[in-house]
């Protein structure tokens, strides 16, 4: 239900000038607290009243943030934060700066930003105006909503991004072989029996590797399973188990979707499980999480949950190591992402399955065609051999 924030009382005893002349320039029709026309001001409202508590803590903090730029883009430009200022000539301003140069770059050079990531900037904009607009005070916005004259970035066409079977072959063979990259070789090592790094969990992570590639999970899903989650827990049951499941995994828009688990996920999860969770587990406070950190890592959480951008870190180390062995460059990833997993299990589950929509929702999590078809694109080799004899 819409309700008038409240406004401050005017306390001063004679009439402000410099307020009055203000007050003409922005055109207002009543007195306002300095504080009715901040941007910041509104945005802490927004943000307690609508947003906190009410998104998850994931989206909570990319809202915050995508706000946040446009707070201080807004004050570098135009020296103030007025909300009454913002027009949609500032809002189309920030957009094409954002698809300019709305990243940084590895040489902490400014990039470009993404179509998509910049129109999910729009959105929280427009979301924010959206509420602005239900609950300012008459002739805060004069002009009305200023974002909705600014129209969203094209997107490009979708890219295929599943692997090949040959691709993912060679990825399992590097991740067989995982514990002999993380061996120490030094010459003091020589003659003794092989022994990892301290911080190295190969173990570990052939697991997540192969939950990603066998289930399609999303980095922030996998990272947020709970031990509880995974039926059995037991490793000797889990792999003979051909039911083992996730259950209750948490996916975007609160969806929540039970996954089920391949042979090489089930045994790569049971040897985990069995042989280096138990001491990562032993040194964390509350450990729940299914995946933990190495307990001699020094900025680790207490908890040793993992965070998303350590799976980016684990994936794409796999993509280096596979590179390092091809001579061939074709052969050659080049930067190996989570999200490659999705769409090649995607694909090959959309193959399995006969193309079965309902299916494809349960286990990806997503309702959306475009993405559905995204996802389900086929490699360039496949796609090729499709119009060969035609």
Do not use: C
Request: no cysteine.
């Amino acid at each position: 239900m819409s309700q008038q924030m409240p406004r401050s009382a005017d306390q001063s005893p004679e009439p402000n000038r410099a307020e009055i002349t203000s007050r003409k320039v922005v055109s207002l029709s009543e007195r306002l607290d300095p504080a009715d026309d901040s941007l910041t001001t509104w945005s802490e409202r927004y943000l307690d009243l609508a947003v906190r508590g009410v998104r998850s803590a994931e989206v909570t903090g990319k809202i915050t943030r995508h706000l946040q730029r446009f707070i201080a883009w807004t004050t570098s430009g135009l020296g103030h934060d007025r909300l009454s200022a913002v027009t949609p000539r500032e809002v189309t301003a920030w957009r094409d700066h954002l698809a300019a140069a709305g990243n940084l770059g590895r040489d902490g050079k400014p990039a470009p930003m993404a179509a998509a990531t910049v129109n999910n900037h729009l959105a929280h904009l427009s979301a924010l105006f959206t509420w602005i607009t239900a609950h300012a005070p008459a002739g805060l916005l004069r002009h009305g909503d200023p974002t909705k004259k600014v129209t969203a970035l094209p997107l490009p066409a979708p890219q295929v991004r599943s692997l090949s079977a040959a691709q993912v072959r060679a990825i399992k063979n590097v991740v067989d072989r995982i514990e002999t990259f993380h061996e120490l070789k030094g010459r003091r090592h020589r003659g003794t029996s092989p022994r990892v790094h301290a911080h190295a969990r190969p173990v570990r992570d052939r697991a997540i590797i192969y939950l990603l590639f066998g289930t399609g999970l999303r980095r922030a899903e996998l990272v947020g399973l709970d031990l509880d989650q995974l039926e059995p827990i037991h490793p000797d049951r889990l792999r003979q188990a051909k039911n083992a499941r996730l259950t209750d995994v948490r996916g975007k828009g609160r969806t929540s979707r039970t996954v089920f688990l391949g042979r090489d996920a089930r045994q790569a999860l049971a040897e985990y499980l069995q042989l280096e969770r138990p001491g990562d587990a032993a040194a964390s406070t509350a450990p729940t999480a299914l995946f933990l950190s190495a307990a001699s890592v020094a900025v680790r959480h207490p908890h040793g949950r993992m965070s998303p951008r350590s799976i980016n870190t684990i994936v794409s180390e796999i993509g280096r190591l596979h590179d390092a062995q091809m001579a061939d460059p074709d052969r050659k990833f080049g930067t190996l992402r989570p999200h490659d997993a999705r769409h090649t299990f995607a694909f090959g589950l959309s193959q399995t399955s006969g193309h079965n929509r309902a299916e494809l929702e349960r286990r990806l999590g997503h309702a959306n065609d475009r993405y559905l078809r995204l996802y389900t694109n086929p490699p360039d080799d496949i796609a090729a051999s499709y119009v060969e004899d035609l």
